[in-house]
């Protein structure tokens, strides 16, 4: 028994002893990396867009040439939605989505049922993005962002809110 016990006091040590030398070569480590690509970033940075986007090609934004239509993000006790939930708009229109009430609301699109080969475009239309192909939440009533579909493929882009996904808040944009 006793032999047992010094046995499990060893390898108590030995884990400790390892863990706490991986915890020192990972903050080392991950100063390292974090200084690396700060110091490439400025010379990387419009090749790491379209890699977020998946795609090859490097795509620009491209600027709203037609209308600017509005939709509101609204939750209450009518329940949680996009006004209007359904939008058909012309290439080159943009959307102003507005949050209104019972927020934090995003604008979220799925790369598997957007148009097949419009993520890169579609991504680089989004100025203000928390994660490929999802805005930044908005957090107070009139906080807003406008997404541009210029140069995105003709087609239905479904949209849900992250937070509110669950309790249907969903919509589409058709683009002509």
């Given at each position: 028994?006793?032999?047992?016990?010094?046995?499990?006091?060893?390898?108590?040590?030995?884990?400790?002893?390892a863990?706490?030398?991986?915890?020192?070569?990972?903050?080392?480590?991950?100063?390292?990396?974090?200084?690396?690509?700060?110091?490439?970033?400025?010379?990387?940075?419009p090749?790491?867009?379209?890699?977020?986007?998946?795609?090859?090609?490097?795509?620009?934004?491209?600027?709203?040439?037609?209308?600017?239509?509005?939709?509101?993000?609204?939750?209450?006790?009518?329940?949680?939605?996009?006004?209007?939930?359904?939008?058909?708009?012309?290439?080159?229109?943009?959307?102003?989505?507005?949050?209104?009430?019972?927020?934090?609301?995003?604008?979220?699109?799925?790369?598997?049922?957007?148009?097949?080969?419009?993520?890169?475009?579609?991504?680089?239309?989004?100025?203000?993005?928390?994660?490929?192909?999802?805005?930044?939440?908005?957090?107070?009533a009139?906080?807003?962002?406008?997404?541009?579909?210029?140069?995105?493929?003709?087609?239905?882009?479904?949209?849900?809110?992250v937070?509110?996904?669950?309790?249907?808040?969903?919509?589409?944009?058709?683009?002509?």
């Open positions: 028994m006793r032999f047992i016990g010094q046995v499990a006091l060893i390898t108590g040590a030995f884990v400790l002893g863990c706490g030398g991986s915890k020192n070569a990972a903050s080392t480590s991950d100063s390292t990396a974090a200084s690396a690509p700060a110091a490439s970033e400025s010379a990387a940075a090749a790491a867009a379209p890699a977020a986007g998946g795609a090859a090609s490097t795509s620009a934004a491209a600027p709203i040439t037609g209308k600017t239509w509005d939709v509101k993000m609204v939750g209450d006790d009518k329940g949680y939605r996009f006004e209007p939930a359904t939008l058909t708009i012309k290439q080159g229109d943009g959307v102003k989505f507005t949050m209104v009430s019972g927020g934090p609301h995003d604008v979220a699109f799925d790369s598997t049922t957007i148009p097949a080969g419009s993520t890169a475009q579609l991504t680089a239309n989004m100025p203000n993005q928390m994660a490929p192909l999802q805005s930044n939440f908005l957090m107070n009139g906080d807003s962002e406008t997404i541009s579909f210029a140069k995105v493929p003709k087609g239905t882009y479904p949209i849900h809110c937070p509110h996904l669950a309790l249907g808040m969903k919509g589409s944009i058709t683009v002509q």
